[in-house]
């Protein structure tokens, strides 16, 4: 059962005023403060003692110390060069682990943004697509597009790589405009395999780009908890509508209240985004507890535009009734 409300105007808080001027000192080293431009003039007659004469003994423990220190130095910095420079058989530094190596993906990603990038410039396109591809690939004709139409891709991310002989397969989705008499139309998104060879001296695109299924699985049921009893809906919705309003207004007064005498855990909004509205809440029954989904209007930092988002707040028992237990808002 559904808490509708309308949404009320949040007000964010005001600017804060900014910080006065800082004066800066006079300047005490000047020549007038110093007298006859001496810097320190109160060392202008100081006489001190020679530095006693050393041993020859000791300059030659220092000498000696002197060399093992650089001696050091010299090893640490040659051990450092030797994981950043190439070895002797031309390979380049070793992929650790944490590190793994990301080079294929990013040259896949820039080749297939040009490869589905078709003009009325066919020469420029080939010399474009030369500069990500081995020597000997021909990809002209691969790609045609009726007269008159332009193609443009608007976005690429990588969704898999996977390690084949010589290299590795690049899977990618990319969403197409295709223009026509100044106006833009969606190309859709479609999903491409890359093959890539990675060599000693770096990576570059085998041969065409094979198609293969885009990885969306949209209209696909999923599991979703029971919705609570209607009995407990309302009361529920309503303490967990409570609880977002006082988390976006920052009262921790009322917060502690609605947590039984204990404060919440909580996650705010994501630094600049401020709350503008506050909707519906739906309540769902877990084992043990009740879990609601508040929507709430939201302004990013910079913009006029709103975006609706869930506020996730889990309910539990207490001596006295409901009690919020936990408000999760995004933010850290």
Do not use: C, K
């Not at 005023?17 to 109160?42: I, K």
């Not at 007659?45 to 001696?71: C, D, F, H, N, Y």
């Not at 991310?157 to 139309?185: D, I, N």
């Amino acid at each position: 059962m559904r808490n509708r409300s309308s949404p009320g105007d949040l007000s964010s808080p005001g600017d804060l005023s900014s910080p006065g001027d800082l004066s800066t000192p006079g300047d005490p080293l000047s020549p007038a403060a110093t007298g006859a431009g001496v810097l320190f003039p109160e060392l202008a007659g100081t006489t001190e003692p020679a530095p006693p004469l050393r041993s020859r003994g000791s300059r030659v423990v220092r000498t000696v110390a002197r060399i093992v220190l650089w001696g050091l130095i010299a090893a640490g910095a040659a051990g450092a060069a030797r994981g950043l420079l190439p070895t002797a058989d031309g390979h380049g530094p070793a992929q650790t682990a944490d590190r793994p190596d990301r080079r294929g993906e990013a040259v896949a990603v820039a080749f297939l943004r040009e490869y589905l990038t078709v003009g009325d410039d066919p020469a420029a396109r080939e010399r474009r697509l030369s500069r990500f591809t081995v020597a000997g690939a021909d990809l002209r004709g691969s790609v045609s597009v009726p007269a008159g139409v332009d193609q443009y891709v608007d976005q690429v991310v990588a969704a898999a790589s996977e390690p084949v002989a010589g290299g590795v397969e690049v899977t990618l989705l990319a969403h197409v405009l295709q223009v026509s008499s100044g106006a833009y139309r969606d190309g859709g998104t479609v999903a491409f395999v890359v093959p890539v060879a990675v060599q000693p001296r770096g990576v570059a695109v085998r041969g065409r780009p094979r198609p293969t299924s885009v990885p969306i699985g949209s209209g696909v049921a999923v599991p979703r908890p029971r919705a609570a009893p209607a009995a407990r809906s309302r009361s529920a919705g309503q303490l967990a509508r409570q609880a977002v309003e006082a988390l976006v207004a920052g009262d921790e007064t009322r917060l502690a209240r609605l947590g039984g005498g204990r404060h919440p855990s909580t996650r705010p909004l994501p630094a600049g985004w401020h709350a503008i509205g506050i909707g519906e809440a739906e309540v769902m029954e877990t084992p043990g507890a009740l879990e609601a989904e508040v929507t709430v209007r939201v302004r990013p930092p910079t913009g006029r535009v709103s975006y609706v988002v869930p506020v996730r707040v889990d309910l539990g028992a207490g001596p006295s009734g409901l009690t919020v237990r936990r408000i999760d808002a995004g933010g850290p």
